[in-house]
C-alpha cells in the first residue's frame, strides 16, 4: 500500500529487481522450512518423553508387583497399595501439568489426590506468603508452581520405596530397590524434557 501511494502520488517509484524478488523468496522459505522442522522436532520429542513416562508407569507397577508378591500378609497389601497409588499420582499430576494450558487444573487439588497429600503439597508452595521467601524468583506463577508437584511426589514415591526395608517382612533385594529407584528417575528425566518445551520459545517468529 505505501509503495502503491508514493508510486501514484508522489511520483516515487521504488522497484524491486527479479534477484531482490529472489532473495526475498529464499529467505522466506528459509524461515518457513526451520520454524517447520523445529514444530516437527518439538513434537517428535514431546512424543518420545510421553512415550518414556508411561513405559516407565508400567515397569514400576511390574517390578513392585513382581518384587513385592513373597509378601502376602497385611502390611505387604498395605504397602503395595501405598506405592501404586502414589505411580499413579504422580503420573495423574504430570498429566495435569501437560493440560493446564486447555484446563486450568492445578495439580494440588485433583479429585484422585487424598486429603494428607494435598496438605502437603499446598504447604509447600511458593504462592504462599511465608514460603515466598525461599523462592529463587520473585514473584512465582501458577503454571510454574504446577510445575513442581510432580518433584514433590516423586520424591514422596522414593521414600515409599524406600519403606519397604521395614514394611515387607521379606525385603527386596539391594538390585530390586536400586531397579525401582532407577524408574522413577527415568520417569523424572522424561518429565523434565516435557516441561522444557514449555520453556524453549521458537528460533524464528513472524
Request: hydrophobic share 40%.
Amino acid at each position: 500500500i505505501v509503495l502503491q501511494y508514493f508510486k501514484e502520488y508522489r511520483d516515487f517509484h521504488i522497484e524491486v529487481t527479479e534477484q531482490g524478488h529472489t532473495f526475498l523468496t529464499l529467505i522466506v522459505a528459509f524461515l518457513l522450512v526451520s520454524r517447520a522442522n523445529t514444530s516437527m522436532n518439538r513434537f517428535n520429542q514431546n512424543r518420545g518423553f510421553l512415550s518414556m513416562i508411561f513405559c516407565k508407569t508400567r515397569e514400576l507397577v511390574h517390578g513392585v508387583v513382581i518384587f513385592s508378591s513373597e509378601n502376602i500378609n497385611q502390611s505387604g497389601k498395605e504397602w503395595r497399595h501405598e506405592v501404586l497409588y502414589l505411580i499413579m499420582l504422580l503420573l495423574r499430576s504430570v498429566m495435569c501439568t501437560i493440560d493446564y494450558e486447555s484446563t486450568g487444573e492445578v495439580a494440588w487439588n485433583l479429585p484422585e489426590m487424598d486429603e494428607s497429600t494435598k496438605r502437603m503439597l499446598r504447604k509447600n508452595l511458593y504462592l504462599n506468603e511465608d514460603n515466598r521467601q525461599f523462592s529463587l524468583q520473585k514473584h512465582t506463577t501458577e503454571r510454574e508452581e504446577n510445575m513442581r508437584v510432580p518433584i514433590r511426589l516423586a520424591f514422596k514415591l522414593r521414600q515409599a520405596i524406600m519403606s519397604q526395608r521395614t514394611a515387607l517382612s521379606k525385603p527386596f533385594t539391594p538390585f530390586e530397590e536400586l531397579k525401582l529407584l532407577t524408574s522413577v528417575d527415568q520417569f523424572m528425566v522424561a518429565f523434565y524434557g516435557q516441561a522444557k518445551q514449555y520453556y524453549v520459545l521458537f528460533l524464528f517468529f513472524f
